[in-house]
């Protein structure tokens, strides 16, 4: 099956900074990578998507790169607010499958 | 709850005793997913189904089973065989031949 990484696992940023995360993937086929938001007691939401065929993704304030031949894609959030503090996961399916596995999550606090 | 709900919110489970998580969704997506969140951990798929009267074990099954007899629902027991079973318990589907998961709210399961 994939085995996804993430780092790092923790990330304090100064409001206003750029955050970025890192995730690493082992199945070359691998074709889709999403981001999760997670709030504490909450369910993971979808905040950003790429797929393999793409090299970079942008929606307002979040952007996803991917770098195939390395196999790693990464998050970016600029210009940080207070609520952008939470859980971050990272995700990718198996070559033959729709199932994803997950990477370890990235707890991410905005000081004000 | 964006078409997946998840019942109850919060489980108390004695040593010895099996229980029943609930997942419903109206969503008329063909898979589902059962995934189990420990503090400071990503999500891992303990079982999944594609179609109605299948599923599949996920990477940690054991001392958990489940059943699929209707496409809208796909409910989770956790066994007496299953010894940690203290966890953020979190379902998910998707339609045939698509990525991104919709969440449901969770089930916060405590053994007592």
């Given at each position: 099956?994939?085995?996804?990484e993430q780092?790092?696992?923790?990330?304090?940023?100064?409001?206003?900074?750029?955050?970025?995360?890192k995730?690493t993937y082992?199945?070359s086929a691998?074709?889709?990578?999403?981001?999760?938001?997670q709030?504490l007691?909450k369910?993971?939401?979808?905040?950003?998507?790429?797929?393999?065929n793409?090299?970079?993704?942008?929606?307002?304030?979040?952007a996803v790169t991917?770098n195939?031949?390395?196999?790693?894609?990464?998050?970016?959030?600029?210009?940080?607010?207070p609520?952008?503090?939470?859980?971050?996961?990272?995700a990718?399916?198996?070559?033959?499958d729709?199932?994803?596995?997950?990477?370890?999550?990235?707890?991410?606090?905005?000081?004000? | 709850?964006?078409?997946?709900t998840?019942?109850?919110?919060?489980?108390f489970?004695?040593?010895?005793?099996?229980?029943?998580l609930?997942c419903?969704?109206?969503?008329?997506?063909?898979a589902?997913?059962?995934?189990r969140?420990?503090?400071?951990?990503?999500?891992?798929?303990?079982y999944?189904?594609?179609?109605?009267?299948d599923?599949?074990?996920?990477?940690?099954?054991?001392?958990y089973?489940?059943?699929?007899?209707?496409?809208?629902?796909?409910?989770?027991t956790v066994?007496?065989?299953?010894?940690?079973?203290?966890?953020?318990y979190?379902?998910?589907?998707?339609p045939?031949?698509?990525?991104?998961?919709?969440?449901?709210?969770?089930?916060?399961?405590?053994v007592?």
């Open positions: 099956g994939e085995n996804v780092h790092p696992s923790t990330l304090s940023v100064q409001e206003g900074d750029s955050a970025v995360i995730c082992s199945d691998s074709n889709y990578f999403p981001w999760y938001k709030e007691g369910r993971p939401q979808l905040i950003i998507d790429i797929r393999s793409v090299g970079e993704k942008k929606d307002q304030r979040i991917l195939k031949t390395a196999k790693h894609f990464s998050l970016h959030i600029t210009e940080t607010q609520e952008d503090s939470a859980v971050y996961f990272c990718a399916p198996a070559s033959n729709y199932k994803l596995s997950f990477g370890a999550g990235t707890t991410v606090t905005v000081r004000a | 709850d964006g078409g997946i998840q019942s109850p919110k919060y489980l489970r004695k040593e010895g005793q099996n229980v029943t609930s419903e969704q109206n969503l008329n997506h063909d589902m997913y059962w995934y969140q420990d503090p400071g951990q990503g999500l891992r798929l303990i999944y189904s594609q179609i109605v009267n599923f599949q074990k996920g990477d940690i099954a054991e001392g089973s489940v059943s699929r007899e209707k496409k809208e629902s796909f409910p989770l066994t007496s065989a299953q010894k940690n079973p203290t966890a953020f979190l379902c998910a589907s998707i045939t031949g698509l990525y991104g998961y919709t969440f449901g709210s969770g089930t916060r399961l405590t007592v």
